[in-house]
């Protein structure tokens, strides 16, 4: 079997964001099944839909995996808890850490329990913004555009800012002390 190409978004709002950001990408890789081919820089941007909450530092990561859809998310789900996020939350709350499927090469998933694309991101800069940064010519299945056009058309007016990669981020904090 082929691995597939697959685009998970990464997000955190409590504690030390960066530190969960950063363990995030570390119980991927650490999943035999997934190998990290880009990731983008770190974002800050405001919370979306629940105002009365930290910013949000979010990224995306490129990955190839050999999990189906249904694998891949429990996956994430799983890593989420592990990482600290309440398995019952209220919808738009703040986490820890949040990893969201964004794509799954170019297959469509309609599910009850699953919806590739993810359904949110096409009114998501701070989703879009990572993504186009490093796969600006990838064509989302369900429009037929790529990456980029989707984000030039995003009705989002909110902020993002560009941090820098989750590298830079870390030691920055480890520099001066906050990690």
Same mark, same amino acid.
């Given at each position: 079997?082929?691995?597939? +190409?697959?685009?998970?978004?990464?997000?955190?709002?409590?504690?030390?964001?960066?530190?969960?950001?950063?363990?995030?990408?570390?119980?991927?890789?650490?999943?035999?099944?997934?190998?990290? /081919?880009?990731?983008?820089? #770190?974002?800050?941007?405001?919370?979306? /839909?629940?105002?009365?909450?930290?910013?949000? =530092?979010?990224? #995306? @990561?490129?990955?190839?995996?050999?999990?189906?859809?249904?694998?891949? %998310?429990?996956? !994430?789900?799983?890593?989420?808890?592990?990482?600290?996020?309440?398995? @019952? *939350? $209220?919808?738009? $709350?703040? +986490?820890?850490?949040?990893?969201?499927?964004?794509?799954?090469? +170019?297959? %469509? @998933?309609?599910?009850?329990?699953?919806? &590739?694309? *993810?359904?949110?991101? /096409?009114?998501?800069?701070? #989703?879009?913004?990572?993504?186009?940064?490093?796969?600006?010519?990838?064509?989302?299945?369900?429009?037929?555009?790529?990456?980029?056009? =989707?984000? &030039?058309? !995003?009705?989002?007016?909110?902020? &993002?800012?560009?941090?820098? $990669?989750?590298?830079?981020?870390?030691?920055?904090?480890?520099? *001066?002390? @906050?990690?």
């Amino acid at each position: 079997m082929n691995h597939i +190409r697959a685009f998970l978004a990464l997000g955190s709002n409590l504690d030390i964001r960066e530190d969960h950001l950063a363990s995030a990408l570390t119980a991927i890789s650490n999943n035999s099944d997934i190998e990290i /081919y880009r990731k983008s820089s #770190v974002y800050e941007t405001a919370p979306k /839909y629940n105002p009365n909450q930290p910013d949000f =530092l979010n990224m #995306v @990561v490129e990955i190839a995996t050999f999990l189906t859809p249904m694998q891949l %998310i429990d996956f !994430c789900e799983k890593t989420e808890i592990r990482l600290g996020r309440s398995p @019952v *939350h $209220s919808k738009n $709350s703040a +986490r820890e850490i949040d990893l969201d499927i964004l794509f799954y090469d +170019r297959i %469509i @998933v309609d599910t009850p329990t699953l919806k &590739i694309p *993810h359904p949110g991101l /096409y009114e998501r800069k701070f #989703v879009l913004t990572p993504l186009a940064e490093i796969a600006p010519d990838f064509i989302d299945p369900k429009t037929g555009k790529p990456v980029a056009e =989707l984000l &030039i058309s !995003c009705p989002d007016p909110d902020r &993002i800012i560009r941090i820098g $990669s989750i590298e830079e981020i870390r030691t920055a904090a480890l520099i *001066h002390g @906050v990690l």
